[in-house]
């Protein structure tokens, strides 16, 4: 089906950034959202940011202003731009394909992003 595997977490200090890169292979769909989530110790995954087929992005209210979310359908990726990074902002970030027809979701491993001084 589709693989999707993330890259570029780390340990950064507050109020630093970090871009996280997401890319799917396998089979390709032409409707479908990207989307990233966290989830930080103890707590359930939660949406971070989502982009449609259409483009339109879609925010939690903690990370309004601070992160951009973009797609390439060519390449086939989405990149999670950080910035302003608060410690409230450590978990595991997880890129997530989500296709209409057929309707499928579509997981990667998860990287670590930990924000300290």
């Known amino acids: 089906q589709v693989q999707v595997v993330e890259s570029g977490g780390g340990l950064v200090q507050p109020g630093g950034s970090l871009r996280l890169s997401c890319a799917a292979s396998?089979?390709?769909?032409?409707?479908?959202?990207m989307g990233w989530y966290r989830q930080a110790p103890g707590k359930q995954r939660e949406l971070v940011a989502r982009v449609s087929s259409g483009g339109i992005t879609t925010y939690a209210d903690s990370v309004k202003g601070r992160f951009i979310i973009s797609r390439d359908d060519v390449k086939r990726t989405s990149n999670l731009q950080m910035n302003s990074l608060q410690p409230e902002d450590t978990g595991i970030y997880y890129c997530?394909?989500?296709?209409?027809?057929?309707?499928?979701?579509?997981w990667g491993q998860g990287t670590q992003v930990t924000v300290s001084s």
């Open positions: 396998g089979r390709r769909f032409t409707n479908y959202a």
């Open positions: 997530n394909q989500k296709t209409v027809s057929p309707s499928g979701d579509y």
